[in-house]
C-alpha cells in the first residue's frame, strides 16, 4: 500500500518536527494533540523552524507556506482514521504509549502501520497491545528532527520485515538515514548515550567540576558540538530521567541508576531548556 497522508500524535517539540519533516517532502499531515494550546505552540515552532529556513535560502516563502498548508492540525483522534500511517510521539511513558496505540488500532484500518517514537521504551511490548503486533515498528527521530539525519529503526520481536521494509523506505524519502536496530531498552543510541549524561551530572552533583567545566571538556577534548549537560537540558532532564528509569527497570544493572541529582531537579521543575531552567538558565 502507498502511503499519502500520514498522522503524527503529539505536538511537541518531536511531533512538531516530525510533521514539518514529512508536510515538507510533500506528505499531507493529520498532527494530533489533547489541547488546543500544544497545537498552537507545536505550529508556531514549525512557521520559525520553516522562516530560519528560508532565511538561510533553503526553502522559498511559497515552499515554506505550502509545507505549513498541508498540516492539518486536529484534536480528535478520529481524524486520523484516514491516515496511511502513523507515527506516535507523545511523552516517553508506556501508560500514555498504552492508552494512544489501544486506541490507534480500533480508529486505523487494519493494514495501516503504527510507527513510535519512542526513544527506550520497548516496542514488543507496545505490539503487544494491539490486534497488529507485526504493523508496529519503532521509527526513532532525533533532535532537531528536521535537521538530524538519523533514524532509528526499531524491529519488535514480533514487527513483519515488510513493515521493516516499508519504514525503511519511508525514512529514506524524506532524505533521512534509516538504520536497523533490534528491540532492547534504549536501543543503541540512549543506550550509550544516557549514561554518560548521567556520569557528567554525578560529577558536578559530587563537586568534580561545574556544569560549564563538564561540557567544555567535552566540547575540547571530545569535539563534541554541545556539552552533555547542555544537551541533556535540550533533551528535557524529566525526558531524560524516565529514560534512565526504563533502562533500570529493562536491564537491571545499578551502573543506570539516575543520578540524585537529576531526579532532585526534575523535581523542582527544572527541566532544562524548556522549562527555563536546567543546568543553565533561558
Known sequence: MEIQRVGVVGAGTMG??????????????????????FLDRGLN???????????KGK????????????????????????????VEAATERIEIKTEIFRDLDQLCRPEIILASN?????????AALTGRPGKIVGMHFFNPVPVMKL????????????????????????????????????????????????EAMYAVMEGVATAEAVDEIFKL?????????????FIGLDVCLDIMRVLLDGLGDPKYRPCPLLIKMVDAGWLGK????????Y
Open 59 to 86: 526553502i522559498s516563502a511559497e515552499d515554506k507556506q505550502s509545507t505549513f498548508n498541508r498540516i492539518e492540525p486536529v484534536l480528535k483522534r478520529s481524524n486520523l482514521s484516514s491516515c496511511d500511517f502513523v
Open 274 to 281: 524548556k522549562s527555563g531552567q536546567g543546568f543553565y538558565r
Open 45 to 55: 515552532v514549525i512557521s520559525k523552524s520553516l522562516e530560519r529556513e528560508v532565511g
Open 151 to 198: 533514524v532509528e529503526v526499531i524491529r519488535g520481536l514480533a514487527t513483519s520485515n515488510e513493515t521493516f521494509v516499508t519504514v525503511r523506505e519511508l525514512g529514506i524519502k524524506i532524505q533521512k538515514t534509516p538504520v536497523e536496530v533490534n528491540d532492547a531498552p534504549g536501543f543503541v543510541s540512549n543506550r550509550v548515550l544516557m549514561p554518560m549524561l548521567n
Open 16 to 37: 512538531s518536527g516530525i510533521a514539518q519533516v514529512f508536510a515538507r517532502h510533500g506528505f499531507p499531515v493529520v498532527l494530533c494533540d489533547v489541547e488546543q494550546r
Open 221 to 233: 577534548g571530545m569535539a563534541h558540538p554541545m556539552g552533555p549537560l547542555t544537551l541533556a537540558d
Open 118 to 126: 519512542t526513544s527506550s521504551i520497548s516496542i514488543t511490548k507496545i
